[in-house]
């Protein structure tokens, strides 16, 4: 089929490529490349409305501590080098192919890997490098893809050029490969390429072009084996980087759990040794499944203490990526007694929504919202009042990679519900292989809505979201105690009467 025997069809490279993303993304969910949760434009609302969404909890051992993302999660990377109010905006900067090019070439491969000659400088910081590893285990080829789409889209589109069927199908597919191998050109460089070999625009025409190249040109490409030759170079591209620039000696935990997921998406686990020579507990630093892995290849990394704290971080781990968490900001919570026996389980999850705000009464649509780790083994207990004395430890899972993150509790209602209950110390991972202990002072009269929401401009839904959870489950208990005081005092006074009887 040719694209002039094509119907007549709107199109926007944009739109279709995420489209034909889509259709390519519930492929691979089917596959078991993704694991078991809630994606982030798929959480559920109250009584989990959107259950068709949920993901297979039976996924491929090997990805279950990775997620793939289409869209502004796969675009955007933790950690990467960025202003303040870009880390306001956001959370993570979006980073452009293009910015991982000159990572590359600033790391002395550019010429290497057949990427654009420019000079060498001093090499990427580490961070870069990190952010180039992730980049690679995140981005899968539909979304690179786009790339091209954007590129071809503009060209045809905002620069009103167009091309023969011929010229466009040759064009597409080399612009399609140079996008997979990080090498696809702008609008710009695109129009000088081609050249000559431009026509008069029709817009018309330009559609079902592209209506061509979404529907039939790109699942095949994708479906090729150039396209797992892509995947492949991008993960060889990463590590390779890396060794060339990191400093002998210098020990990096996210580096290094970067480093071997990469190798063993690669089935290359003799690169893993360095790993045994990480001086941690690897509990601590990284996920289960990822240790799982790590056995399963014949690696041990250097083993740990006989605490128990340890095996309550893996625990902990294994609830935040459990079945209803969310897709980002994984954190898992474990409550204890003070002899550290279990008490509550906790992670964090979609919620009901919150009514309108009282500053907009015009405005009644709901708020989505989410209920924190903490505050949730909170709501498991039978009582608050159990948590007195009590320790939790908290865990952060990466968003991309196998490590463990910062996990300290938030300022939105977590830490303030965890002094005025009684917790007496709080553990959470500090993202290199630690664990950082806390003792929390006892604020039996802490104001929670004004420390937190009650106060705030913005609208802070998840600590509001956590005092009225907290709040019901008071007056539940209330209501429990009423109860159970009026049915002993029944008793009682029947058992008087049965004894003047």
Known sequence: MTALSLPMERHTGRSAG???GRKHLALRKRCGFFAAGWTADSAPGPGLRCSSRL?????????????EHLGREAWEIEGWPCSRATRKRSGHPRVTTESLRKVVVGAGLGDRFQLRSVSEGVFPEPAKLKGLMKAALARCNELLAQDALRSLSRLLRTRKLSLAADDFEEVAG???????FMQCPNEAELEAELGSRCITADLAWNERLMSHLVKELLPQHLASRAALEAQRF???????CWDRCSTEGSVDVEGAGLYGAICLELGEPSRLRGLERLDIDPRLAFQPAFLEDLRDCGVCPAPGSDHPLPELVQRAALAAGGMGAVARRRHGAILVDANLNILAEGFNHMAAPLGPRRRAPLKTKLRETQRHAEVHCLLQLPRLKDAMGGQMVVVELADVGPGLGWAEPCSRGCIHLL???????????DGHGGLVSRDLPHCPHLDVPYKTFARRVGDDRISERAWL???SKMQEESE??????????????LQAALDQA
């Open 480 to 493: 429990k105690w009423r109860y159970s005081k009026m049915k002993k005092v029944k008793l009682e006074i």
């Open 174 to 180: 080399r612009l399609l490969q140079a996008a997979l």
């Open 18 to 20: 995420a489209f034909e």
């Open 469 to 471: 959870d907290v709040a």
């Open 234 to 240: 991008r993960w060889r591209l990463a590590l390779d």
């Open 55 to 67: 993901l297979l909890s039976a996924v491929a051992l090997r990805a279950r501590w990775r997620l």
């Open 419 to 429: 002094k005025k209950y009684g917790v007496a110390k709080v553990h959470f991972t």
